[in-house]
Nanobody
Framework: VQLQASGGGLVQPGGSLRLSCAVS????????MGWFRQAPGREREFVAA????????YYADSVKGRFTISRDNAKSAINLQMNSLKPDDTGAYYC?????????????????WGQGTLVTVSS
């Protein structure tokens, strides 16, 4: 399985961005697709996750109500729509796949990772 993240960029506070994670290789409905982010000097933190089937979604409290994770069936991709962006949302965003079927917020439970895409929220 290979993951390719894209869509990062520079945006003003209050703006929006949509990240995409293209997934190549076999997938299962029980796979958990996650987004994590890492700001300079800080540890990688969980942002959002969903099962490949879309039956389960979970968000970090810091992004709940502002970010939406979804699957693009046509492109075999997982998207992260980010609205009302804040400077604290700045960081490298990574998509990841967890095939264990358990563990949603711990990065150690994810076996496959894409490269990061940089999001900068600044005026």
């Amino acid at each position: 399985v290979q993951l390719q993240a894209s869509g990062g960029g520079l945006v003003q506070p209050g703006g929006s961005l949509r990240l995409s994670c293209a997934v190549s290789g076999p997938t299962q409905n029980t796979d958990i697709m996650g987004w994590f982010r890492q700001a300079p000097g800080r540890e990688r933190e969980f942002v959002a996750a969903q099962t490949w089937s879309g039956g389960f979604r979970y968000y970090a409290d810091s992004v709940k109500g502002r970010f939406t994770i979804s699957r693009d069936n046509a492109k075999s991709a997982i998207n992260l729509q980010m609205n009302s962006l804040k400077p604290d949302d700045t960081g490298a965003y990574y998509c990841a796949l967890n095939r264990k079927g358990y563990g949603t917020t711990n990065s150690r439970d994810y076996e496959y990772w894409g490269q990061g895409t940089l999001v900068t929220v600044s005026s």
